[in-house]
Protein backbone atom coordinates (compact mmCIF):
# COMPACT_ATOMS: atom_id res chain seq x y z
CA UNK A 1 0.00 0.00 0.00
CA UNK A 2 3.12 2.63 0.15
CA UNK A 3 3.14 5.24 -2.22
CA UNK A 4 5.68 5.74 -4.34
CA UNK A 5 7.56 9.40 -5.56
CA UNK A 6 6.96 7.94 -8.87
CA UNK A 7 3.20 7.41 -7.87
CA UNK A 8 3.20 10.94 -6.78
CA UNK A 9 4.69 12.75 -9.82
CA UNK A 10 2.05 10.85 -12.12
CA UNK A 11 -1.11 11.55 -9.96
CA UNK A 12 -0.58 14.74 -8.49
CA UNK A 13 2.50 16.77 -8.93
CA UNK A 14 1.33 18.77 -11.77
CA UNK A 15 -2.02 19.82 -9.79
CA UNK A 16 0.52 20.87 -6.98
CA UNK A 17 3.01 22.92 -9.33
CA UNK A 18 -0.50 24.68 -10.83
CA UNK A 19 -1.30 25.33 -6.97
CA UNK A 20 1.91 26.77 -6.41
CA UNK A 21 1.76 29.74 -8.96
CA UNK A 22 -1.57 30.83 -7.49
CA UNK A 23 -1.38 33.74 -5.32
CA UNK A 24 -3.50 32.66 -2.72
CA UNK A 25 -3.15 34.73 0.35
CA UNK A 26 -4.83 34.30 3.68
CA UNK A 27 -7.33 37.37 3.79
CA UNK A 28 -4.71 38.73 6.33
CA UNK A 29 -2.85 39.64 3.78
CA UNK A 30 -4.55 40.31 1.10
CA UNK A 31 -7.98 42.64 2.05
CA UNK A 32 -9.71 42.14 -1.93
CA UNK A 33 -9.16 38.43 -1.18
CA UNK A 34 -13.31 38.07 -2.73
CA UNK A 35 -12.82 39.85 -5.68
CA UNK A 36 -9.31 38.60 -6.60
CA UNK A 37 -10.56 35.79 -6.19
CA UNK A 38 -7.29 33.83 -5.66
CA UNK A 39 -8.65 31.70 -3.04
CA UNK A 40 -11.66 30.83 -5.30
CA UNK A 41 -9.20 29.76 -7.89
CA UNK A 42 -7.10 27.20 -5.70
CA UNK A 43 -10.00 26.07 -3.80
CA UNK A 44 -11.37 24.84 -7.30
CA UNK A 45 -8.48 23.48 -8.63
CA UNK A 46 -8.08 21.24 -5.60
CA UNK A 47 -11.53 20.10 -5.76
CA UNK A 48 -11.36 18.90 -9.45
CA UNK A 49 -8.08 17.26 -8.45
CA UNK A 50 -9.97 15.56 -5.61
CA UNK A 51 -13.05 14.71 -7.85
CA UNK A 52 -10.83 12.70 -10.49
CA UNK A 53 -9.44 10.29 -7.74
CA UNK A 54 -10.46 6.81 -7.72
CA UNK A 55 -12.67 6.43 -5.06
CA UNK A 56 -14.99 3.36 -4.28
CA UNK A 57 -17.46 5.90 -2.86
CA UNK A 58 -16.27 9.49 -1.93
CA UNK A 59 -18.06 12.80 -2.05
CA UNK A 60 -16.20 16.15 -3.09
CA UNK A 61 -18.12 19.16 -2.06
CA UNK A 62 -17.07 23.05 -1.82
CA UNK A 63 -18.99 25.21 0.64
CA UNK A 64 -19.12 28.86 1.25
CA UNK A 65 -20.48 31.28 3.90
CA UNK A 66 -21.41 35.06 2.91
CA UNK A 67 -18.23 37.04 3.27
CA UNK A 68 -16.01 33.86 4.47
CA UNK A 69 -13.57 31.71 2.52
CA UNK A 70 -13.85 28.65 0.41
CA UNK A 71 -13.81 25.25 2.54
CA UNK A 72 -13.29 21.86 0.63
CA UNK A 73 -14.89 18.80 2.09
CA UNK A 74 -13.85 15.27 1.09
CA UNK A 75 -16.02 12.48 2.20
CA UNK A 76 -14.55 9.10 0.99
CA UNK A 77 -16.60 6.01 2.37
CA UNK A 78 -15.40 3.17 5.01
CA UNK A 79 -14.22 0.24 3.31
CA UNK A 80 -14.42 -1.59 6.12
CA UNK A 81 -17.37 -3.50 8.20
CA UNK A 82 -17.66 -0.82 10.75
CA UNK A 83 -21.22 0.04 11.23
CA UNK A 84 -20.96 2.44 14.15
CA UNK A 85 -19.68 5.34 11.15
CA UNK A 86 -16.23 5.79 13.34
CA UNK A 87 -14.46 8.40 11.50
CA UNK A 88 -10.71 10.19 10.78
CA UNK A 89 -11.14 13.77 10.08
CA UNK A 90 -7.44 14.65 8.29
CA UNK A 91 -7.46 18.40 7.98
CA UNK A 92 -5.04 21.07 5.75
CA UNK A 93 -5.45 24.46 4.62
CA UNK A 94 -4.89 26.38 1.26
CA UNK A 95 -4.04 29.63 1.91
CA UNK A 96 -0.79 31.35 1.83
CA UNK A 97 1.85 33.42 3.89
CA UNK A 98 2.62 36.85 1.55
CA UNK A 99 6.37 36.54 -0.40
CA UNK A 100 7.66 37.82 2.81
CA UNK A 101 10.75 39.32 0.71
CA UNK A 102 13.33 39.42 -2.17
CA UNK A 103 14.05 35.35 -2.60
CA UNK A 104 17.29 33.71 -3.26
CA UNK A 105 18.40 33.88 -6.60
CA UNK A 106 16.64 31.68 -9.41
CA UNK A 107 13.62 31.10 -6.77
CA UNK A 108 10.44 33.32 -6.57
CA UNK A 109 7.49 33.14 -4.20
CA UNK A 110 4.35 32.09 -7.19
CA UNK A 111 6.84 30.40 -9.51
CA UNK A 112 7.94 26.76 -8.38
CA UNK A 113 11.48 25.79 -8.69
CA UNK A 114 12.49 21.99 -7.93
CA UNK A 115 15.82 21.62 -7.38
CA UNK A 116 16.53 17.46 -6.75
CA UNK A 117 13.86 16.07 -4.35
CA UNK A 118 12.95 19.48 -3.02
CA UNK A 119 10.19 21.48 -4.56
CA UNK A 120 10.17 25.90 -3.85
CA UNK A 121 7.28 27.96 -3.60
CA UNK A 122 5.09 29.46 -1.35
CA UNK A 123 2.34 27.08 0.45
CA UNK A 124 4.03 23.94 -1.24
CA UNK A 125 5.02 22.55 2.28
CA UNK A 126 2.40 25.33 4.45
CA UNK A 127 -0.10 23.55 3.75
CA UNK A 128 -0.49 22.80 0.21
CA UNK A 129 0.61 19.72 0.10
CA UNK A 130 -2.16 18.14 2.66
CA UNK A 131 -5.05 17.17 0.69
CA UNK A 132 -2.55 15.65 -1.95
CA UNK A 133 -0.99 13.49 1.11
CA UNK A 134 -4.46 12.90 2.78
CA UNK A 135 -6.47 11.71 -0.69
CA UNK A 136 -3.30 9.91 -1.77
CA UNK A 137 -2.98 7.78 1.72
CA UNK A 138 -6.52 6.72 0.95
CA UNK A 139 -5.99 6.34 -2.48
CA UNK A 140 -3.33 3.86 -1.65
CA UNK A 141 -5.42 1.92 0.84
CA UNK A 142 -7.93 1.58 -1.63
CA UNK A 143 -6.03 0.28 -4.12
CA UNK A 144 -3.81 -2.70 -2.40
CA UNK A 145 -7.12 -3.73 -1.33
CA UNK A 146 -6.50 -2.83 2.45
CA UNK A 147 -9.84 -1.46 4.49
CA UNK A 148 -10.54 1.68 5.59
CA UNK A 149 -12.43 3.44 7.71
CA UNK A 150 -15.01 6.59 7.11
CA UNK A 151 -12.44 9.74 6.31
CA UNK A 152 -13.83 13.55 6.28
CA UNK A 153 -10.71 15.20 4.57
CA UNK A 154 -11.37 18.98 5.87
CA UNK A 155 -9.09 21.78 3.79
CA UNK A 156 -9.95 25.61 5.24
CA UNK A 157 -8.40 28.57 3.40
CA UNK A 158 -7.73 30.91 6.25
CA UNK A 159 -5.30 29.05 8.51
CA UNK A 160 -3.12 31.65 8.20
CA UNK A 161 -5.22 34.63 9.36
CA UNK A 162 -5.77 32.53 13.05
CA UNK A 163 -9.28 30.50 11.22
CA UNK A 164 -11.51 33.19 11.60
CA UNK A 165 -13.91 31.32 9.47
CA UNK A 166 -13.34 27.61 10.93
CA UNK A 167 -15.95 27.52 13.82
CA UNK A 168 -18.78 28.58 11.26
CA UNK A 169 -18.10 25.87 8.75
CA UNK A 170 -17.57 23.75 12.14
CA UNK A 171 -21.09 24.49 12.84
CA UNK A 172 -22.59 23.96 9.63
CA UNK A 173 -20.41 20.60 8.76
CA UNK A 174 -20.72 19.01 12.07
CA UNK A 175 -23.13 16.36 10.43
CA UNK A 176 -20.70 15.59 7.36
CA UNK A 177 -17.87 15.26 10.35
CA UNK A 178 -20.12 12.73 12.04
CA UNK A 179 -18.82 10.74 15.05
CA UNK A 180 -15.02 12.03 14.76
CA UNK A 181 -12.54 9.30 16.69
CA UNK A 182 -9.48 10.60 15.19
CA UNK A 183 -8.02 13.82 14.03
CA UNK A 184 -5.12 14.12 11.69
CA UNK A 185 -3.38 17.46 11.21
CA UNK A 186 -1.37 18.13 8.21
CA UNK A 187 0.25 20.87 9.11
CA UNK A 188 2.68 20.55 11.72
CA UNK A 189 6.56 20.66 11.76
CA UNK A 190 9.28 18.22 11.97
CA UNK A 191 12.72 18.86 13.73
CA UNK A 192 14.37 16.41 11.07
CA UNK A 193 13.48 14.18 7.88
CA UNK A 194 14.80 10.68 9.87
CA UNK A 195 11.25 9.88 11.02
CA UNK A 196 7.18 10.90 11.60
CA UNK A 197 7.27 13.47 14.32
CA UNK A 198 4.54 13.91 16.03
CA UNK A 199 3.11 17.59 17.88
CA UNK A 200 2.38 17.31 21.35
CA UNK A 201 1.53 20.72 22.02
CA UNK A 202 1.00 24.25 20.00
CA UNK A 203 1.34 27.48 21.45
CA UNK A 204 -1.78 30.06 21.15
CA UNK A 205 -1.59 33.11 19.83
CA UNK A 206 -2.52 37.09 20.59
CA UNK A 207 -2.95 39.42 17.18
CA UNK A 208 -2.28 43.39 18.11
CA UNK A 209 -2.30 46.02 16.11
CA UNK A 210 -1.51 49.26 17.97
CA UNK A 211 -1.50 52.93 16.73
CA UNK A 212 -0.18 55.58 18.69
CA UNK A 213 -1.32 59.35 17.62
CA UNK A 214 0.51 62.67 18.51
CA UNK A 215 -0.23 65.03 15.94
CA UNK A 216 -3.04 66.03 13.20
CA UNK A 217 -0.46 66.78 10.86
CA UNK A 218 3.46 66.48 10.27
CA UNK A 219 5.60 69.20 11.81
CA UNK A 220 8.81 69.94 11.26
CA UNK A 221 11.04 68.66 13.86
CA UNK A 222 13.02 71.82 14.46
CA UNK A 223 9.66 73.39 15.55
CA UNK A 224 7.96 70.25 17.29
CA UNK A 225 10.46 68.41 18.73
CA UNK A 226 11.68 68.99 22.66
CA UNK A 227 7.49 69.89 22.98
CA UNK A 228 5.79 67.45 21.39
CA UNK A 229 6.65 63.69 22.38
CA UNK A 230 7.49 60.99 19.82
CA UNK A 231 4.85 58.80 19.05
CA UNK A 232 7.69 56.55 18.27
CA UNK A 233 9.11 56.89 21.83
CA UNK A 234 5.34 56.19 23.27
CA UNK A 235 4.96 53.20 21.68
CA UNK A 236 9.00 52.21 22.83
CA UNK A 237 7.34 52.87 26.57
CA UNK A 238 4.06 51.11 26.00
CA UNK A 239 6.11 48.01 24.26
CA UNK A 240 8.21 47.76 28.10
CA UNK A 241 4.88 47.42 29.48
CA UNK A 242 4.94 44.26 27.75
CA UNK A 243 8.24 42.51 27.29
CA UNK A 244 11.97 43.32 29.27
CA UNK A 245 14.02 44.73 26.35
CA UNK A 246 17.18 43.67 27.67
CA UNK A 247 15.95 39.42 28.06
CA UNK A 248 12.82 39.41 25.87
CA UNK A 249 11.00 38.20 28.91
CA UNK A 250 6.95 39.18 28.71
CA UNK A 251 6.19 40.76 31.39
CA UNK A 252 2.34 40.46 31.91
CA UNK A 253 1.52 37.45 34.12
CA UNK A 254 -1.28 35.99 31.97
CA UNK A 255 0.65 35.11 29.40
CA UNK A 256 2.86 32.29 31.56
CA UNK A 257 2.01 29.12 33.02
CA UNK A 258 3.78 26.34 34.74
CA UNK A 259 4.97 24.11 31.96
CA UNK A 260 4.43 20.64 32.93
CA UNK A 261 7.32 18.11 34.23
CA UNK A 262 6.63 15.73 32.02
CA UNK A 263 7.04 18.02 29.28
CA UNK A 264 10.34 19.67 30.33
CA UNK A 265 11.78 15.47 30.87
CA UNK A 266 10.67 15.23 26.31
CA UNK A 267 12.99 18.79 26.15
CA UNK A 268 15.84 16.87 27.59
CA UNK A 269 15.46 13.81 25.53
CA UNK A 270 15.11 15.59 22.28
CA UNK A 271 17.94 17.66 23.52
CA UNK A 272 20.55 14.64 24.54
CA UNK A 273 19.83 12.62 21.57
CA UNK A 274 19.59 15.43 18.24
CA UNK A 275 21.66 18.33 20.34
CA UNK A 276 20.95 21.62 19.41
CA UNK A 277 18.39 21.27 16.77
CA UNK A 278 16.75 24.89 17.48
CA UNK A 279 19.42 26.20 16.88
CA UNK A 280 21.04 24.82 14.09
CA UNK A 281 18.16 25.30 11.80
CA UNK A 282 18.41 29.28 12.25
CA UNK A 283 19.48 31.33 9.99
CA UNK A 284 21.34 33.71 12.14
CA UNK A 285 24.02 35.93 11.64
CA UNK A 286 26.93 34.98 12.75
CA UNK A 287 28.25 35.46 16.32
CA UNK A 288 24.94 36.20 17.67
CA UNK A 289 23.78 35.39 20.90
CA UNK A 290 21.04 33.29 20.96
CA UNK A 291 18.39 33.47 24.21
CA UNK A 292 18.00 30.12 25.91
CA UNK A 293 20.49 28.89 28.33
CA UNK A 294 21.07 25.51 26.45
CA UNK A 295 19.50 23.12 24.06
CA UNK A 296 16.88 22.39 26.16
CA UNK A 297 16.13 24.98 27.00
CA UNK A 298 15.09 26.42 23.59
CA UNK A 299 13.21 24.01 23.03
CA UNK A 300 10.85 24.94 26.03
CA UNK A 301 11.13 28.85 25.11
CA UNK A 302 10.37 27.44 21.40
CA UNK A 303 7.26 25.69 22.56
CA UNK A 304 6.00 26.79 26.26
CA UNK A 305 7.46 30.16 26.21
CA UNK A 306 4.98 32.88 25.42
CA UNK A 307 7.26 35.86 23.27
CA UNK A 308 6.44 38.94 21.41
CA UNK A 309 7.57 39.70 18.49
CA UNK A 310 6.72 42.75 16.41
CA UNK A 311 5.97 41.78 12.71
CA UNK A 312 5.22 44.86 11.09
CA UNK A 313 5.15 48.65 11.52
CA UNK A 314 3.18 51.56 9.62
CA UNK A 315 3.24 54.99 9.86
CA UNK A 316 8.04 55.16 9.28
CA UNK A 317 8.71 56.20 5.75
CA UNK A 318 11.81 54.44 4.22
CA UNK A 319 15.07 55.96 4.89
CA UNK A 320 16.06 57.09 1.53
CA UNK A 321 12.70 59.24 1.92
CA UNK A 322 12.52 60.35 5.52
CA UNK A 323 12.63 63.91 6.06
CA UNK A 324 13.39 65.91 9.10
CA UNK A 325 9.26 65.81 10.53
CA UNK A 326 7.97 64.48 13.74
CA UNK A 327 6.11 62.25 12.64
CA UNK A 328 1.58 62.20 13.30
CA UNK A 329 1.46 58.58 14.27
CA UNK A 330 3.72 55.18 14.70
CA UNK A 331 1.90 51.73 14.24
CA UNK A 332 2.69 48.35 14.74
CA UNK A 333 1.44 44.90 14.51
CA UNK A 334 2.28 42.69 17.81
CA UNK A 335 2.50 38.78 17.71
CA UNK A 336 2.80 37.24 21.02
CA UNK A 337 2.68 33.43 21.28
CA UNK A 338 0.96 31.73 24.39
CA UNK A 339 2.10 28.60 26.39
CA UNK A 340 -0.61 25.93 24.89
CA UNK A 341 -2.65 25.79 28.07
CA UNK A 342 -2.70 29.67 28.58
CA UNK A 343 -6.40 31.26 27.97
CA UNK A 344 -6.01 33.55 24.90
CA UNK A 345 -8.70 35.12 25.99
CA UNK A 346 -7.44 36.41 29.06
CA UNK A 347 -3.92 36.79 27.66
CA UNK A 348 -5.46 38.96 24.81
CA UNK A 349 -7.22 41.46 27.42
CA UNK A 350 -4.31 41.47 29.69
CA UNK A 351 -2.33 42.67 26.21
CA UNK A 352 -5.38 45.27 25.66
CA UNK A 353 -4.76 46.58 29.23
CA UNK A 354 -1.32 47.25 28.90
CA UNK A 355 -1.53 48.87 25.73
CA UNK A 356 -4.50 51.42 26.59
CA UNK A 357 -4.56 52.17 30.59
CA UNK A 358 -2.87 55.20 31.74
CA UNK A 359 -1.66 56.46 27.73
CA UNK A 360 1.78 58.22 28.08
CA UNK A 361 1.09 61.78 28.09
CA UNK A 362 -2.31 61.15 27.07
CA UNK A 363 -1.18 60.33 23.39
CA UNK A 364 -4.19 58.57 21.59
CA UNK A 365 -3.51 54.97 21.38
CA UNK A 366 -5.94 53.04 19.13
CA UNK A 367 -5.31 49.25 19.65
CA UNK A 368 -7.76 46.03 17.41
CA UNK A 369 -7.01 42.26 18.86
CA UNK A 370 -7.71 38.95 17.99
CA UNK A 371 -6.44 35.28 19.43
CA UNK A 372 -6.00 32.00 19.10
CA UNK A 373 -6.15 29.27 21.70
CA UNK A 374 -2.85 26.99 22.06
CA UNK A 375 -3.82 23.08 22.12
CA UNK A 376 -1.81 20.14 24.31
CA UNK A 377 -1.99 16.73 22.68
CA UNK A 378 -4.33 14.32 25.18
CA UNK A 379 -2.99 11.19 26.44
CA UNK A 380 -2.77 8.63 23.30
CA UNK A 381 -4.25 5.39 23.57
CA UNK A 382 -2.22 1.96 23.87
CA UNK A 383 -3.50 1.64 20.10
CA UNK A 384 -2.66 4.63 18.52
CA UNK A 385 0.60 4.41 20.50
CA UNK A 386 1.60 1.29 18.68
CA UNK A 387 0.27 2.30 15.11
CA UNK A 388 2.41 5.61 15.37
CA UNK A 389 5.56 3.37 15.98
CA UNK A 390 4.17 0.85 12.87
CA UNK A 391 3.83 4.07 10.71
CA UNK A 392 7.08 5.69 11.15
CA UNK A 393 9.08 2.53 10.85
CA UNK A 394 7.03 1.18 7.98
CA UNK A 395 7.65 5.07 6.45
CA UNK A 396 10.68 6.09 7.56
CA UNK A 397 13.13 3.15 8.67
CA UNK A 398 12.96 5.04 12.51
CA UNK A 399 10.73 5.43 15.08
CA UNK A 400 8.84 8.39 15.41
CA UNK A 401 9.56 11.57 17.66
CA UNK A 402 7.62 13.66 19.84
CA UNK A 403 7.74 16.99 20.36
CA UNK A 404 5.63 20.76 20.78
CA UNK A 405 5.56 23.24 18.47
CA UNK A 406 5.94 27.08 18.42
CA UNK A 407 3.62 27.66 15.71
CA UNK A 408 -0.91 27.78 15.92
CA UNK A 409 -3.37 25.70 14.62
CA UNK A 410 -6.68 27.02 15.82
CA UNK A 411 -8.06 23.99 14.30
CA UNK A 412 -7.21 21.76 16.54
CA UNK A 413 -8.30 23.24 19.99
CA UNK A 414 -11.29 23.85 18.20
CA UNK A 415 -11.89 19.96 17.78
CA UNK A 416 -10.43 19.49 21.07
CA UNK A 417 -13.50 21.64 22.60
CA UNK A 418 -15.83 19.63 20.30
CA UNK A 419 -14.95 16.54 20.73
CA UNK A 420 -13.27 16.19 23.92
CA UNK A 421 -12.60 12.14 23.60
CA UNK A 422 -11.15 13.12 20.38
CA UNK A 423 -7.71 11.30 19.54
CA UNK A 424 -5.13 13.68 17.92
CA UNK A 425 -2.30 13.39 15.66
CA UNK A 426 -0.35 16.43 14.55
CA UNK A 427 2.10 15.98 12.04
CA UNK A 428 4.08 16.95 8.89
CA UNK A 429 6.75 18.23 6.44
CA UNK A 430 7.85 21.22 7.90
CA UNK A 431 11.36 20.32 8.56
CA UNK A 432 14.64 21.81 8.14
CA UNK A 433 15.36 24.67 5.85
CA UNK A 434 11.19 24.23 5.09
CA UNK A 435 11.13 27.97 5.85
CA UNK A 436 7.34 28.43 6.45
CA UNK A 437 6.45 31.98 6.54
CA UNK A 438 10.41 32.84 5.54
CA UNK A 439 11.45 33.35 1.98
CA UNK A 440 12.39 29.77 -0.12
CA UNK A 441 9.72 28.33 1.27
CA UNK A 442 10.79 24.22 0.46
CA UNK A 443 8.49 20.73 0.55
CA UNK A 444 10.88 17.87 0.55
CA UNK A 445 9.76 15.44 -1.33
CA UNK A 446 10.81 12.19 -0.07
CA UNK A 447 9.21 13.49 3.67
CA UNK A 448 6.12 14.43 2.03
CA UNK A 449 5.88 10.60 0.30
CA UNK A 450 6.83 9.57 3.87
CA UNK A 451 4.54 10.75 6.17
CA UNK A 452 1.76 10.06 3.01
CA UNK A 453 2.68 6.17 3.81
CA UNK A 454 2.32 6.82 7.57
CA UNK A 455 -1.12 8.15 7.33
CA UNK A 456 -1.94 5.20 5.31
CA UNK A 457 -0.72 3.20 7.77
CA UNK A 458 -2.55 5.22 10.69
CA UNK A 459 -6.00 4.75 8.76
CA UNK A 460 -5.49 0.65 8.37
CA UNK A 461 -4.58 0.17 12.05
CA UNK A 462 -7.33 2.53 12.88
CA UNK A 463 -10.10 -0.03 11.42
CA UNK A 464 -8.47 -3.32 13.72
CA UNK A 465 -7.79 -0.58 16.93
CA UNK A 466 -10.35 -2.62 18.89
CA UNK A 467 -8.08 -6.10 18.50
CA UNK A 468 -4.70 -4.20 19.30
Known sequence: MNLTLDDFERDAYDT?????????????????????????????????????????????SLHHLPGRTPTIVVVVDATDDNTDDATVVLYGHLDKQPPLGEWSEGLAPFAPVRRGSRLFARGVADDGYSIFSALLAIEALESSGVAHPRCV?????????????????????APKLGKVELLICLDSGALTYDRLWVTTSLRGMVHADVTVEVLERGVHSGIASGVVPSSFRVLRELLDRLEDATTGEVLLPELHVTIPDATVAAASAVAAEFGDLVAHELPTIEGLELMGSDAADRILRRTWAPTLSVIGM????????????????????????????????????????????????????????????????????????????????????????????????PFLASLGKRYPGVQFVATGVLGPDANAHGIDEMLDLPTFVAVTNAVSSLLAAFTTRSSQ
Open 153 to 173: VLIEASEESGSPDLEAYLDVL
Open 16 to 60: LLQYATIPCLSPMFDAAWQSNGYLEEAANLLVDWARARSFLSSTV
Open 314 to 409: GGIPQPEVAGNVLRTHTAATLSFRLPPTADAAEAEAAVVRALTTDAPQNARITVTSSNADGWASPPLQPWLTRALDDASRRAFDSAPGYTGEGGTI
